[in-house]
């Protein structure tokens, strides 16, 4: 009886607020910051092809820019525990904001290269920063979901700013895209000061590092087995569109994965927050696999639409239950190496599983390679039980 009076009670208290101004203004600046990332995402790969940089050239300004995000993302704990999140926000905002402006002096490959370069800086503190900031601003109780709409936010500007640049460039020209991209960006400071500087600790540890958080078995396998759905994100991405030769089959495809991802990444947050986001890990693993396996059948449109659903289901609950873990496992002092720790995991699985995948696929075709995805997402498995 008394526990049952106890459940009462927990359920007549109310529910702490979930978006407060600071998270409201948080999500603001991920809206603003990720949309002028992602307006030129595919965009300067295209300038670099028609200034006569060629395909080598949009490969490396893509590939530029991945590689100091990820440098930018392994260097961030040290600089948000010395200068703040406000701080080093606002620094990031500055380098995504103003290589834009300097891309339509040149055209050339160095021009493209060393601009791809300065903005991955910026692109790292744009997915790391307001990552561990709406954790640490979130009611404990409710982290998962607030997670889950921060995704939201997160992938809004991917759905709509990814083709919004390209569509613009051909009608007005690169210039102005560019432009747009900056001014976009440069509209986070509107909203910088209402953002922390710092959160105060709960504890006084001392903050954790990237080695040590690498460490960490509770933060490194839900960030490996997260790495290995997103090797398949990355894969679906950049091959899916060739895998299938229909072309608006491929294109409503790419559109239906996110848009499941983003639903099930919210419910999954609503879900850990009352049952616990460890039991989410493994079926969502699982999910993930059997998505990816059934594009054997590919180019069947049946297979390949289910696999959409299924991927992007399991996907988008790995996403938000690993992450929810990793942040119940690390004090708050820990946020920014808990979130630059899962990013990494995020932009080296789809680098690493597209690298893997083309090698796969020009050798045994594009069936045998998603199965072999499917198989090695699987692999991850034993990682989420023991998670």
Same mark, same amino acid.
């Given at each position: ?9 927990? #359920?007549?208290?109310?529910? +702490? /607020? =979930?978006? &407060? %101004? ?6 603001? @600046?991920?809206? !603003?910051? *990720? ?36 440098? #930018?993302?392994?260097?961030? +704990? /040290? =600089?948000? &525990? %010395? ?6 926000? @606002?620094?990031? !905002?500055? *380098? ?46 409710? %982290? ?244």
């Amino acid at each position: 009886m008394a526990k049952s009076l106890r459940d009462v009670e927990r #359920a007549r208290t109310p529910r +702490p /607020r =979930l978006v &407060t %101004r600071p998270v409201a203004l948080v999500f603001a @600046a991920t809206f !603003t910051s *990720l949309t002028g990332v992602f307006l030129l995402l595919s965009v300067v790969p295209m300038y670099a092809v028609d200034g006569g940089a060629g395909r080598a050239g949009a490969g490396l300004a893509t590939g530029a820019l991945m590689l100091t995000t990820v440098l #930018a993302e392994l260097a961030l +704990p /040290r =600089l948000l &525990t %010395r200068f703040g999140y406000r701080t080093v926000l @606002a620094a990031g !905002t500055l *380098l995504l904001a103003l290589p834009p402006l300097a891309l339509p002096l040149s055209s050339g490959t160095a021009m493209i290269v060393l601009a791809s370069l300065v903005r991955g800086l910026g692109f790292g503190v744009a997915v790391v920063v307001p990552n561990a900031l709406v954790a640490a601003l979130a009611p404990a109780e409710r %982290r998962g979901e607030a997670l889950g709409l921060f995704g939201i936010t997160s992938g809004v500007p991917a759905v709509l700013a990814l083709p919004l640049g390209v569509w613009l460039a051909d009608r007005v020209g690169y210039p102005p895209v560019f432009v747009a991209s900056a001014v976009i960006s440069l509209a986070t400071f509107a909203v910088l000061p209402g953002i922390p500087g710092r959160i105060a600790a709960s504890s006084p540890r001392r903050p954790l590092g990237v080695v040590a958080g690498l460490r960490s078995p509770g933060l490194l396998r839900p960030a490996v087995a997260f790495a290995a759905t997103a090797m398949g994100a990355g894969i679906l991405i950049t091959f899916l569109p060739e895998a299938v030769p229909a072309g608006g089959v491929a294109a409503a495809a790419l559109f239906v994965q996110p848009a499941v991802t983003t639903v099930a990444r919210w419910w999954a947050g609503r879900f850990g927050d009352r049952h616990g986001a460890a039991r989410l890990l493994m079926p969502a693993l699982a999910t993930a696999s059997a998505g990816i396996g059934l594009l054997f059948l590919v180019p069947h449109p049946a297979a390949v639409f289910t696999s959409m659903v299924l991927f992007g289901a399991g996907f988008g609950v790995t996403q938000n239950a690993s992450l929810a873990m990793m942040y119940e496992r690390a004090p708050a002092s820990a946020y920014g190496t808990v979130s630059a720790l899962w990013n990494v995991g995020y932009d080296g699985g789809m680098g690493a599983g597209s690298a893997a995948f083309g090698v796969a696929a020009t050798s045994a075709g594009y069936p045998v390679a998603f199965a072999l995805t499917a198989a090695v997402v699987l692999l991850a498995l034993p990682l989420a039980r023991r998670s």
